[in-house]
């Protein structure tokens, strides 16, 4: 045999042992963790040699004497499982900026319940004379809340003459796409959750809840659009809020999310230097310059979902506040089922099998020479507190 045959054999050799201890032998799972520098180049010179053989360039019985076949879905399978995560956790979403996120055990519907009482002041209600006994409070209530994860999972499927010809690598762009898919996934659910077709969701926004900014929920505009006027607005609906006892809720931070419309319309008022204001003073308005608090208040997230949840006007005109969702009880959250809180690729084990060999992995399925990716995302929620959030058609109208 040629000289470069052996070489490529010993450097197989020494992947295929490098592959066994990652893989099977030592039976450690490569999900969250991090790969030696020499482990990612020989993953990635074993890759590189598949890559070639699939073109056309390294003939096929030369995989089979240097590496096992068999060996080709696991380290392909894996390769593309680690790319997908990373794809996933770089890919930008907003949901986690306004959405509380949890982890539920199972599929059945998961029941939160949260307390509410006993949170007043004792003053002036509960006063205590002298040898008396304390005043018993009969407020503590329980608010119940439900939340349930579903599976969401497509699959793409590659014929054997496809990954042959892959000259320009979109086999290697599957995991871009999937992980695209899988935020979008989040971060449309999420949006659902607060937009429903028509704008802010009727459910979570109404009068009753006293969370829309309008005159009726204490604002002093109705609807405004996205101003420093309807922000200010919006600021005091969101102060009106009590706590089960009567209680101020302290809001110290809020997230303004937007839809790509009112990007520009958001980023100029919170990252004002100054704010012009017109102020009741003496017999007259007077315009004054104030400092824009805003900046250290407000943080703009723009949902590109808005209008596609709500294909109507007002899903380029509404705008929502939410206050930190780690402080107090969130307005949303979002649920991922325990072991799969990130997507997952899967491959379909391949069934053809050379007569005294073993299984041909490029060659996929035994009926139609077909290799299938699947990717999956396990994701579901729940609206929770009104009281943290309110929102503006944006359209000047009650």
Not at 32 to 60: C, H, M, S, Y
Request: with cysteine; aromatic share 8%; hydrophobic share 40%.
């Amino acid at each position: 045999m040629a000289p470069e045959f052996w070489e490529l054999r010993e450097a197989m050799t020494a992947a295929d042992a490098t592959i066994d201890r990652l893989l099977a032998g030592a039976g450690v799972p490569l999900r969250g963790r991090e790969l030696t520098d020499e482990q990612k180049a020989r993953l990635a010179a074993v890759q590189e040699f598949i890559n070639e053989a699939a073109r056309g360039r390294v003939p096929l019985h030369r995989i089979q004497e240097a590496l096992s076949t068999s060996d080709f879905p696991t380290l392909l399978g894996t390769n593309l499982d680690r790319e997908l995560l990373a794809q996933y956790e770089t890919y930008p979403a907003t949901w986690q900026n306004y959405c509380d996120r949890g982890v539920v055990d199972d599929f059945n519907q998961k029941t939160l319940i949260a307390l509410d009482g006993l949170e007043g002041s004792y003053f002036p209600a509960y006063p205590q004379p002298d040898g008396a006994e304390p005043i018993v409070d009969e407020g503590l209530t329980e608010t119940i809340y439900t939340t349930q994860v579903n599976v969401y999972s497509k699959k793409v499927g590659v014929s054997f003459r496809a990954l042959v010809n892959d000259r320009l690598r979109g086999l290697a762009r599957i995991p871009q796409k999937l992980a695209l898919g899988a935020r979008r996934t989040e971060e449309r659910f999420a949006t659902t959750l607060f937009v429903d077709a028509n704008g802010p969701h009727v459910t979570l926004y109404s009068n009753a809840n006293l969370n829309k900014v309008t005159v009726a929920c204490g604002g002093t505009l109705n609807n405004p659009t996205l101003s420093v006027a309807g922000l200010q607005d919006a600021f005091l609906v969101l102060a009106r809020q009590v706590g089960a006892d009567g209680e101020p809720i302290v809001i110290d931070a809020v997230e303004l999310v937007v839809p790509p419309a009112l990007e520009v319309t958001a980023q100029n008022i919170v990252n004002a230097v100054q704010i012009l204001a017109v102020e009741a003073g003496g017999t007259a308005n007077q315009q004054i310059w104030a400092a824009n608090w805003m900046a250290k208040r407000c943080r703009v997230s723009v949902n590109p979902y808005i209008p596609i949840v709500a294909p109507v006007a007002a899903g380029h005109t509404s705008w929502f506040l939410f206050a930190n969702p780690k402080v107090g009880r969130p307005a949303l959250r979002l649920d991922f089922l325990a072991g799969f809180e990130q997507p997952g690729l899967y491959q379909k084990t391949p069934n053809t099998q050379r007569v005294g060999g073993g299984v041909e992995a490029l060659l996929g399925d035994f009926d139609t020479m077909e290799t299938t990716w699947k990717g999956l995302h396990i994701v579901g929620g729940t609206r929770l507190d009104p009281r943290a959030t309110v929102a503006s058609f944006g359209t000047n109208a009650p």
